[in-house]
């Protein structure tokens, strides 16, 4: 159980407070995560790892030279936001690029992928990598769609390597892929981890059993089997992973701790790794046993193996540097070729001016505001029940982002309303802290949302009933291009679509906009609990599709409570 925390919603503040402190000198703190003390040298592309905290080493501890130039580190197991990974991203940038590498989650490829196309915006040369290990989480046709698990290491250390060596951004690029093709993990769990403040693990395995194929973020493992010896368990982690890496010779591995299992037990279940690998034609070179990629207190194991060539073994062997691991020497000069850095970097303000609506439009952004305040309040009666949906699946942390996201967009859009901000702006400016402080599918999903129906507003025209309904088709539409998701994946759009389609029937032959409302959330509602009966097709509950099988999927019913809670404070 995660037992020490103060407040559990600061929980990834408070350990940066710590983490930064106890390694002063080495690193610097940047708002959304931390980057190396010294300055990025002139000609060196920056590496920028980043995902959810829970994790450690993963992502922070594996900042400094001959590895990472930054990391970007969300809330427990959840995306940073955009605005995280730009803050991180600039900071960490030099004058020769920058690479953003994360695991291949749904939340952390929308994030990242706005944050390059910022910062290209900004002039900043950007790319990003997805890494894609987990031999669990996809079939070998569906490589793409695999999960990012302990192999995010082996990636991030042999792209530190190479742009630390001087390689340009596009070679820089072409060796992380190149190690991600040939990088491949399986992990079994024992226990599910605990989220701070929780009492419960978000999912428990039988005594005298093992879950096979769990992730990083609290999620089980794809299937049950009794209890192996460490022998035994070694063997079946070194055949699922070498299944796919026919014919390799010269191989790194990891063998990985996720949070809860001893040293000592890892070692014994090496033992027994190393021998099969070397009985199968392997040559192992310089191995890692240890915690590397953690998920908090999960009791469980996992093993990477990369097929190395001359190129990969020369990046994978090279010096390194930082808080959580060290390997050989001679970085000395790139530290002297660097300035240092503040040991806190500020956010540059982002104070936006005042902007004052029409009287119609101001007064609809109050009603907005109000409506936003009310969904908050609904949202935190929900938490738990959304909590315990999502965990089935999924991470367990669907209920905390959504009340962090509407805490922080039912502050923007009451500061809005005192400026008599119209509609427009009280929307936009919500959608956007809604993204920055709550990160992860859900925040950057509503984010976007939010910030389409307020462009297509204005701060003008009053709200009419086809207006309204105009602005929530509108976000609707935003949500399915950015999510790639579609009716019947098992997400929010199989509440959002058929709560769009029921307003605007309901518009068209003349209701008054609270009751149209009104009737498309009994659309809503029942969509939402209808797709208990889908499987799904996106996001981090897909690898688990058959375990979804029976439960609502924890965004539709959130939509669903979102928006009851609106009009209902509306309509008293």
């Known amino acids: ?19 930064l402190d106890a390694y002063a000198g080495r690193v610097a703190g940047v708002p959304g995560g931390v980057v190396r003390a010294q300055e990025t040298r002139p000609g060196k592309v920056a590496v920028v790892v980043g995902g959810g905290s829970g994790h450690y080493p993963a992502f922070c501890g594996l900042v400094g030279p001959g590895l990472a130039d930054g990391a970007v580190v969300g809330n427990v197991f959840t995306s940073p936001s955009a605005d995280d990974a730009c803050s991180v991203g600039r900071a960490a940038h030099g004058d020769s690029g920058l690479l953003f590498i994360t695991g291949n989650y749904a939340g952390d490829v929308m994030n990242f992928d706005q944050a390059r196309e910022k910062l290209a915006a900004e002039g900043i040369r950007t790319q990003t990598l997805y890494v894609t290990d987990d031999v669990a989480s996809a079939p070998t046709d569906q490589v793409a769609r695999r999960r990012g698990v302990a192999g995010d290491f082996v990636v991030f250390k042999v792209a530190g390597a190479a ?26 769990g024992l226990q599910g981890c605990t989220m701070p403040g929780s009492t419960e693990p978000l999912f428990t395995v039988p005594a005298g059993r093992l879950g096979v194929g769990l992730g990083i973020h609290g999620e089980p493992g794809i299937e049950e089997r009794d209890l192996l010896s460490a022998r035994d368990l070694a063997e079946l982690l070194v055949d699922g992973v070498l299944a796919e890496l026919p014919g390799a010779g010269r191989v790194s591995a990891v063998l990985n701790g996720l949070g809860a299992t001893k040293y000592e037990e890892l070692f014994v279940v090496w033992a027994t790794v190393a021998r099969l690998l070397r009985d199968r034609g392997c040559t192992v070179v310089e ?41 050989g020497a001679g970085l000395d000069q790139f530290d002297r070729a660097s300035r240092a850095r503040p040991a806190v970097i500020s956010r540059d303000d982002d104070q936006q001016p005042p902007v004052t609506g029409s009287p119609e439009s101001a007064a609809a952004g109050r009603v907005a505001a109000q409506a936003l305040s009310a969904a908050l309040s609904a949202v935190r009666d929900a938490e738990s029940q959304l909590a315990q949906l999502d965990a089935v699946a999924g991470d367990g942390d669907h209920g905390r982002g959504m009340v962090r996201g509407l805490t922080a967009a039912t502050a923007a ?24 402080q709550a990160g992860g599918t859900s925040g950057v999903l509503w984010g976007t949302a939010l910030q ?21 088709a509108a976000a609707v539409e935003a949500v399915a291009t950015l999510g790639k998701a579609a009716p019947g994946d098992k997400t929010m759009l199989d509440a959002a679509q058929p709560f769009v389609e029921a307003l605007r029937r309901n518009v068209d032959v003349g209701m008054a906009p609270p009751e149209a409302w009104r009737l498309a959330v009994v659309a809503a509602t029942e969509a939402a609990a209808a797709t208990a009966s889908l499987r799904p097709q996106v996001g981090r509950a897909r690898p688990l599709a058959e375990r979804s099988v029976g439960t609502p999927d924890p965004g539709a019913v959130s939509f669903a409570v979102c928006v009851r809670a609106a009009v209902e404070e509306v309509s008293s």
Request: aromatic share 4%.
């Open 452 to 472: 389409a129906a307020g462009d297509r507003l204005g701060d003008v025209d009053p709200v009419s009933g086809s207006a309204l309904a105009d602005a929530v």
């Open 413 to 436: 859009a009451q500061e809005a309303v005192q400026s008599a901000a119209g509609i427009g702006t009280v929307l936009c400016r919500a959608g956007r802290a809604w993204a920055a």
């Open 163 to 188: 742009a630390e060596a001087g390689l340009d951004l596009d070679a820089v690029v072409r060796v992380a892929e190149h190690a991600n093709d040939r990088t491949r993990t399986l992990g079994v």
């Open 287 to 327: 191995p890692e046993v240890g915690e590397l990629v953690t998920s908090l207190d999960m009791a469980g194991i996992s093993l990477t193996v990369v097929a190395l060539d001359d190129e990969l073994e020369r990046f994978w062997t090279a010096p390194a540097r930082t808080p959580a691991f060290c390997r």
């Open 1 to 19: 159980m995660t037992r020490l925390v103060n407040d559990p919603s600061s929980f990834r503040e408070d350990l940066l407070e710590g983490f």
